[in-house]
């Protein structure tokens, strides 16, 4: 163990856990769009009671987030201050232009969308969810740019002199390819989380909660459900997608995922591998035969590039004596947890919406104690997406460019780092305790009552109180 | 002016945007326990920044974000520098916005009691270590031929930074408490005026002090005296104002103070951005820790964009939200399973 290895740690940990805020922010900030601009056009009651109700939870989830989310913005100046050297002009750019272009949308909206309740009129009122949640959506674009340029460099050169990246055309960096491909797919994969987090609130309430609030809560669990499996679709589309351009871009993350040492034709994929614990030879596996084949180029003869194939031909490249392969039995299982659990998600979500359909309510606590899962299946299938993605990238940290041991702040001693970590790690410990419990409460704590909106003799009131307040 | 000398300035102008907005509520939060007297009038206290702080912390992410991609050599030595004091800022932004969402959410005292401890440290301490960061930057730390700090915690809490981090905190303080007499009425302005103008004289004091000492010590020209001279009248038309009862001039007065102390800073720094105590020649100056000429100018295209636009719609939040708050404006503390109101966030 040493700082580089720690600052490693303290990455994966403080990205997982901001990342298990983000996909609920970035679907939930669309759904209660989508729910406030149903209730703007029917004027339905029960719209306007489910758009407060959710979107409640969505704030408690929003504050961690942005919270966690700093410290992702620090984490690159304070632990990976060589990274920050050689990157500044590509990846830097991307982060400012994140913040100004979308962060001050996301955030000053918000505001105006909690507080301004009764102080906008209604149209305005509603485009205010409508400005953060396209806020959220072009923050979510421009660091999946900032990352797809770390797995697929493009756009820059290296300067000979200083020895860092310099970006050469900003189109290029915002039409990687991988970013493309990505984009959706993390989209759908949020829009998961949060119609399943909608799924099975709702489904709690039609087995417990009261009964004048169960046809607003049928109306929802219908709407989350087909958010979940329609998100499902998208994110398997995308992901094959996906899964099409990083075997063409980054041959070994796709050689990684499937343990795949020697080149193979007709290349299998392989559902569970019991191997021995180097990873180096397999004792057990259930595999379908050409799969791998079909999902890294589409062909089902087609050949898919072997770690020890690919091995050889990197240290051609890029010099002998390192370890081109990411570790194996991460990538291997990371890869099958996210679809795993991601397919198990679409299918309990679609399972729900046959066992609710023409207005039943089920009566298996089986059900009930499965679904109530469902948010969080899909956000651990997002997790897992991420290891994969990040752990598949090593040991580079901007593939073919830079190593992850070079990145790391050479001035930052042992012992800060681990001071970092153990802070951080605590710290989010604790809060996720009260952030889960506090969700909990409000989730069964049900729909809020909806008062008669004040006539106008009402309305110049001033001392009438906030319609919000902390 | 080249590309690199115009981010030096917009880097500034973020951090003046950053200190002045946030700087109010960080002095709101440090007010919280003197102020708020009862639950009601703690929620009036935190009210008043409601709907605009977290929109304020975004000026410190543009900040970083800006000196990331326009002076990576800057943002890499500092932010590996000066980790420590980073970490306990990031540790009291957390749990700081953390308390303003979640001290309302249940209705127990303990709860909240805990909550109020997080905002309050949350809001000294930032204000604190970045008077002591942005110090020892303008006074010079060791940084070796790598670009490297290799100095360690303590070297950074010197006599001119702490007085720095000291004034700072002051600032923030009497800045959140004209805020808190502009922005409430009946008994909490009458006291929030009162303590702006007590802690208005001390913090002249202290701002006195420390301008003077930048200026004469650390590379001060006729521009800095002017601005650090400025700055100091504006705190004294700020505290004239403010016995005047009249709030608005008060605020704009200590606007003008925090702002203006934060460009002479950036104009003592001038063209440097972070100088070696250790070798003049290990000084990250504007031109050997900027980007690249065409990084340069994409974002400035952005900012020149994107800027005039993000200050209209915070602007217009102000606006919206421009009506003085007194405790009947706060609605009761009701539970969730006992509706308060349509409020979205209940208590």
């Given amino acids: 163990m040493d700082a580089l290895d720690v600052a490693r740690w303290q990455f994966g940990v403080t990205t997982v856990y901001h990342f298990l805020f983000v996909p609920i922010t970035i679907g939930m900030s669309l759904l209660v769009a989508i729910m406030q601009t149903i209730w703007y056009r029917t004027r339905d009651e029960k719209w306007l009671r489910l758009t407060k109700f959710f979107g409640k939870l969505f704030l408690i989830n929003f504050a961690m987030g942005i919270v966690t989310g700093i410290v992702q913005e620090f984490q690159f100046g304070m632990n990976w201050s060589d990274y920050s050297r050689f990157v500044g002009d590509v990846f830097g750019s991307l982060l400012a232009i994140e913040a100004l272009v979308a962060f001050f949308l996301e955030s000053t909206f918000l505001g105006l969308w909690i507080f301004g309740w009764d102080r906008l009129p209604k149209p305005i009122h509603l485009a205010t969810i409508w400005a953060a949640s396209i806020g959220t959506i072009l923050s979510m674009y421009f660091i999946l740019a900032a990352n797809s340029w770390m797995q697929n460099p493009v756009g820059f050169h290296i300067n000979p002199d200083t020895g860092r990246a310099e970006l050469n055309s900003i189109g290029a960096l915002l039409t990687n390819k991988v970013t493309l491909a990505t984009f959706p797919h993390t989209f759908f994969g ?232 153990t802070t951080f790690t605590l710290l989010y410990a604790a809060l996720a305790v009260v952030e889960v419990k506090l969700l909990l409460k409000y989730a069964k704590g049900g729909l809020p009552e909806i008062h008669p909106e004040p006539d106008d003799d009402e309305k110049d009131d001033a001392d009438r109180p906030l319609a919000f307040a902390y | 002016m080249d590309l690199a000398t115009f981010w030096f300035i917009l880097i500034g102008v973020l951090f003046v945007g950053y200190f002045v907005l946030e700087g109010f509520d960080f002095g709101v939060g440090m007010l919280l326990p003197v102020l708020g007297r009862d639950d009601r009038e703690r929620r009036v206290v935190i009210n008043t920044i409601g709907p605009v702080w977290d929109g304020n912390e975004v000026w410190l992410i543009t900040a970083g974000g800006a000196m990331f991609a326009a002076f990576p050599e800057w943002y890499a030595t500092l932010f590996s520098g000066f980790y420590l004091p980073l970490l306990l800022i990031l540790v009291a932004l957390i749990v700081r916005a953390v308390g303003f969402d979640y001290r309302g959410k249940r209705t127990d005292a303990a709860w909240k009691r805990n909550w109020d401890i997080a905002i309050i440290f949350g ?122 009862g009249r709030e608005g001039w008060a605020f704009v007065g200590t606007a003008i103070t925090i702002g203006l102390a934060v460009v002479t800073l950036f104009t003592v720094l001038f063209p440097n951005v972070m100088p070696s105590s250790t070798d003049p020649a290990n000084t990250l100056t504007i031109a050997n820790a900027s980007s690249t000429p065409y990084t340069l100018k994409i974002m400035t295209w952005v900012a020149l964009l994107v800027t005039p636009v993000v200050l209209l719609y915070q602007g217009w939040t102000y606006w919206v939200f421009r009506k003085r708050i007194g405790v009947h404006h706060i609605p009761d503390d009701g539970a969730v399973s006992s509706p308060a109101g349509s409020a979205i966030g209940g208590a």
């Fill in chain 1, 190 to 421: 949020a829009l998961m989380v949060a119609g399943g987090l909608i799924v099975a609130v709702a489904l709690w309430h039609l087995y417990r909660g009261k009964d004048e609030q169960k046809p607003a809560f049928r109306t929802a669990l219908t709407f989350g459900g087909w958010v979940t499996v329609l998100a499902t679709a998208g994110t398997l589309v995308s992901g094959d997608f996906q899964g099409k351009i990083m075997t063409e871009v980054q041959p070994m993350k796709m050689a990684a995922a499937e343990g795949l040492y020697e080149t193979t034709s007709s290349a299998p994929f392989s559902l569970l591998t019991i191997g021995s614990l180097d990873g180096s030879r397999e004792v057990f596996a259930i595999t379908i035969p050409d799969l791998l084949s079909w999902l890294g180029k589409g062909d089902i003869h087609a050949e898919i590039e072997g770690i020890n194939n690919l091995q050889e031909q990197y240290s051609a490249q890029y010099g002998a004596g390192v370890n081109y392969a990411p570790i194996i039995p991460v990538t291997y299982w990371s890869f099958r947890m996210m679809i795993f659990f991601g397919l198990a998600a679409g299918a309990l979500a679609l399972l729900t919406l046959w066992m609710t359909r023409k207005g039943r309510t089920p009566t298996s606590k089986l059900l009930l104690t499965a679904v109530l899962t469902l948010p969080i299946l899909p956000l651990v299938a997002n997790s897992f997406g991420w290891i994969f993605t990040e752990m598949g990238r090593q040991p580079w940290l901007v593939f073919g460019e830079m190593l992850t041991r070079d990145g790391v702040s050479r001035s930052v001693s042992m012992a800060e780092v681990i001071t970092s970590f």
């Fill in chain 2, 123 to 244: 809001s000294y301490a930032p204000a604190l270590l970045w008077g002591v960061a942005f110090a020892n930057i303008v006074r010079g730390v060791p940084i070796d031929g790598n670009f490297d700090y290799t100095g360690g915690f303590f070297n950074l809490l010197n006599p001119y930074a702490l007085l720095g981090g000291v004034t700072m905190v002051a600032l923030c303080l009497t800045h959140g408490a004209v805020f808190l007499a502009l922005k409430t009425e009946g008994d909490i302005r009458v006291r929030a005026n009162r303590i702006a103008g007590r802690a208005g004289l001390v913090t002249a004091v202290l701002a006195v002090a420390f301008l003077a000492w930048t200026v004469t010590s650390f590379g001060g020209n006729a521009a800095s005296v002017a601005t650090a001279v400025v700055a100091a009248l504006a705190l004294v038309g700020a505290l004239l104002a403010n016995r005047a």
